[in-house]
């Protein structure tokens, strides 16, 4: 992301207590500034879309607490070895058929180990070849696992923060906040695009969803993808029965998030099966510009395609053809998305 020192827009010095503020203004304020970013960056009317596949189910050694997929916890999910290429192709055309842009290859493990590095770099030039954007998660990794991705055409590498530094060791024991740093900068540093967000309505307070959009905005660069996602409960997992949080609350995030990633992708993430379409649309107009779309996500269910391209039209939006580049600084406005009907709004 070009980052020009006129434009006000893109920070990377948030302090908690200005992020909390964001949080606490008045509804409609907060979401008049939030779509006012957008709008400055995007053409509000347009989604990204992205598929999910679950590449390697279950078993896996970490214990996040809202993880069906954890060895540690008695849920439903069986265990599965890593999928053979071709079947993953074949779920890649499916989706690119379906009209998703990017595809999303999930790996329930702690890191890849080195024996599984020739099959995920065939599934990542397969699907390329299909036309498609890349992603993978598929835990920590080491400079030379990021470079080989990044060689093979891995476009997005997603690694989440999950929550606050002060809230973590609630919900993850087995890796640290500072892992999770230093494999976003191996990511980083092997030139791949970042997808980087977290989770909410874990039982945290506000402070820790301000604390979390904080570190993510104070990354040296933004994510290119903030994926927010609410809690999808899972029975068996530790988080099971948590309060469920207030809606307005979910929307307030990611109203906040977009003011402080202005630039970036935010997707409106797992958490949409249970969510009405009202408070989708309410993400929408605070900034969601991105979702993931098929009736599974990794272990859980999405809506159906049809119940989404019947939403969207209904509120007149439609999928992103393909991915725009970010332009090269326009004056005081700072960089905006190349794309017909862009509406760029007067500074805030
Ligand atoms: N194992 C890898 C890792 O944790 O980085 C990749 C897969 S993991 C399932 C990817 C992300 O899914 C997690 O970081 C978490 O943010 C999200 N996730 C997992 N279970 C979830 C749930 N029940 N509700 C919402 N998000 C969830
Ligand atoms: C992300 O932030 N959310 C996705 C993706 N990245 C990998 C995963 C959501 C998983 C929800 C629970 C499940 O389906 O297992
Ligand atoms: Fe494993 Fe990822 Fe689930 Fe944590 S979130 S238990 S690392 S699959």
Same mark, same amino acid.
């Given at each position: ?75 439903? /999910?069986?265990?599965?070895? *890593?999928? @053979? &290429? #071709?079947?993953?192709?074949? %779920? ?133 993808? /903030?994926?927010?996602?609410? *809690?999808? @409960? &899972? #029975?068996?997992?530790?988080? %099971? ?108």
């Amino acid at each position: 992301m070009t980052v020009h020192p006129a434009n006000q827009d893109i920070r990377h010095h948030w302090s908690a207590e200005e992020v909390r503020a964001l949080f606490e203004l008045p509804f409609h304020e907060l979401l008049y500034r939030a779509h006012t970013l957008h709008r400055r960056y995007f053409d509000p009317a347009q989604v990204q879309v992205s598929t999910l596949l679950s590449i390697k189910t279950g078993g896996c050694p970490e214990d996040c607490k809202y993880c069906p997929q954890s060895a540690h916890f008695n849920t439903e /999910v069986k265990a599965s070895k *890593l999928m @053979q &290429v #071709e079947a993953v192709l074949k %779920e890649a055309r499916a989706a690119k058929e379906a009209g998703a842009g990017r595809f999303c290859m999930g790996a329930a493990w702690r890191e890849p180990k080195e024996r599984d590095m020739p099959t995920l770099t065939a599934m990542i030039e397969g699907v390329k070849a299909l036309g498609l954007e890349t992603c993978m998660t598929l835990g920590m990794l080491t400079d030379d696992q990021a470079h080989t991705l990044k060689e093979a055409g891995l476009d997005y590498y997603n690694h989440n923060l999950d929550t606050s530094e002060a809230y973590y060791e609630e919900i993850i024991t087995t890796r640290t906040y500072r892992d999770r740093l230093d494999t976003l900068s191996r990511v980083r540093d092997a030139g791949m695009k970042v997808c980087c967000g977290g989770i909410v309505g874990m039982g945290e307070g506000r402070d820790d969803r301000a604390g979390m959009l904080a570190t993510l905005a104070n990354l040296p660069e933004h994510p290119e993808s /903030v994926p927010i996602n609410l *809690l999808v @409960q &899972v #029975e068996g997992t530790p988080l %099971e029965g948590t309060e469920p949080l207030d809606e307005l609350e979910f929307v307030r995030t990611i109203a906040v998030a977009r003011i402080l990633m202005p630039a970036s992708y935010v997707r409106l993430s797992a958490g949409r099966e249970s969510m009405s379409e009202s408070t989708q649309a309410l993400c929408f107009f605070a900034g969601a510009n991105s979702i993931f779309y098929g009736e599974k996500l990794l272990t859980t269910p999405n809506p159906q395609e049809n119940k989404d391209r019947a939403l969207l039209a209904k509120l007149g939006m439609e999928f992103e053809s393909t991915p725009s580049p970010t332009l090269p600084l326009k004056g005081e406005g700072g960089e905006r998305r190349e794309r017909e009907g862009v509406c760029v709004m007067p500074s805030l």
